[in-house]
């Protein structure tokens, strides 16, 4: 069964450094989605990207985010200059036709010291 | 504004019980769609279920029900003779049709934890 797959499972880094993370959406899907959930807390829309730019963004999403869709398989979630509360798990979904269905990857836990 | 209410923070229940984990929704849009979504302990979103605001009828999979109300802007999940595997935090999710990037409101969560 296709899956949406994320990559890398764990990252710490240094506050201040930048960070990309990865995903590979299923592949005839056609909207992407990143969220995080910081630990213990609830599940949080960031950004949503269709036709190759972003249709929606939460005020999370601020200018030290971005996203990428670098080619017909990648797509990635940049944070330029990390703060201690970026640490949280990130999750990468996406959807096709039956676009209200989001599948979700299994995370990448982001912890920045 | 899009809203997720998911009252019961924790439940607890021994294995074989019947438990009906909450949901209540607030939306303006009169088409959106509603989720539960199980995330195990290891961490990644389950999809378990979607319903569509013009489609009231419940639905049963298995151990798994749920019951949409639109009147009461619920959507319970109830687990039929519960399993230990069922232990896991459940979250309730809205998604609106209006919205073009069809971004999805997630509750708060509810942990179920199944003893045996």
């Known amino acids: 069964e296709p899956e949406v797959t994320q990559t890398p499972s764990h990252q710490v880094t240094q506050m201040g450094q930048e960070v990309i993370l990865r995903c590979v959406p299923i592949s005839n899907h056609l909207y992407f989605y990143w969220y995080r959930q910081i630990l213990g807390q609830k599940v949080e829309f960031l950004v949503s990207f269709y036709n190759n730019e972003i249709s929606e963004k939460s005020e999370i999403f601020d200018d030290q985010f971005s996203v990428e869709r670098p080619d017909g398989s990648n797509f990635t979630l940049k944070i330029r200059s990390t703060k201690l509360e970026d640490s949280a798990m990130y999750f990468c979904?996406?959807?096709?036709?039956?676009?209200?269905?989001?599948?979700f990857g299994p995370g990448t836990r982001l912890l920045v010291l | 504004a899009q809203k997720v209410t998911q009252a019961q923070t924790e439940i607890s229940v021994v294995e074989k019980e019947d438990v009906t984990l909450d949901c209540v929704y607030e939306?303006?849009?009169?088409?959106?769609?509603l989720f539960w979504y199980k995330q195990p302990p290891s961490g990644e979103l389950v999809f378990l279920i979607r319903r569509n605001s013009f489609d009231e009828q419940n639905e049963i999979s298995g151990r798994y029900s749920w019951n949409f109300q639109k009147s009461t802007s619920s959507f319970n999940f109830t687990i039929t003779a519960s399993q230990v595997v069922d232990s896991a935090v459940y979250f309730c999710?809205?998604?609106?049709?209006?919205?073009?990037?069809?971004?999805?409101?997630f509750g708060a969560g509810t942990r179920l934890f199944v003893k045996a």
């Open positions: 979904a996406s959807s096709g036709g039956d676009k209200e269905t989001q599948y």
């Open positions: 999710a809205l998604s609106e049709a209006d919205t073009g990037g069809f971004k999805t409101i």
């Open positions: 939306t303006r849009d009169t088409t959106y769609y």
